[in-house]
């Protein structure tokens, strides 16, 4: 799963027919069910993520700071040990592995927070809805 297949789903997901909208009313748990299992599938993927990228944080700070297993350095020599904090954190910085890892957590976060607004307009459809047929019965000319 990723961002433009949830944004493709929404974009289909999130029309309302006018002339349907006791289906769309119908159709509200439905779409709160599909799009919260998603994002909790996501929020879990996002956890595992994030534990990779803290492991992958460990190795790769023992291994700027000369303090990784020996047989690491036989097959990545890195000749230099960094004692300087900020010297660690630059390396760190631009380490491909390391940010592999963050990108991948914020790649989740972007799609964790688009579920979280997706959900959000979700329940606020009924709002919508009732806000259609109002405007419908006041085009018609019926009293409330």
Do not use: C
Not at 15 to 32: F, G, K, M, R, T
Not at 56 to 79: I, N
């Amino acid at each position: 799963m990723n961002l433009d297949t949830i944004q493709d789903m929404w974009s289909k997901d999130s029309v309302i027919d006018p002339d349907e909208l006791h289906n769309a009313s119908l159709a509200i748990p439905n779409l709160h069910s599909k799009y919260f299992q998603l994002y909790n599938d996501l929020k879990l993927l996002r956890a595992k993520a994030k534990k990779i990228q803290q492991s992958v944080y460990h190795e790769r700070h023992l291994y700027y700071s000369g303090k990784a297993e020996p047989d690491v350095y036989v097959k990545d020599p890195f000749p230099i040990k960094v004692r300087e904090k900020d010297a660690l954190q630059r390396y760190l910085d631009a380490d491909t592995r390391l940010t592999d890892a963050v990108l991948k957590v914020e790649y989740y976060d972007v799609m964790l927070n688009y579920l979280e607004e997706i959900i959000k307009t979700i329940q606020n459809r009924t709002f919508q809805i009732k806000n259609a047929i109002d405007w419908q019965k006041f085009i018609r000319g019926y009293d409330s």
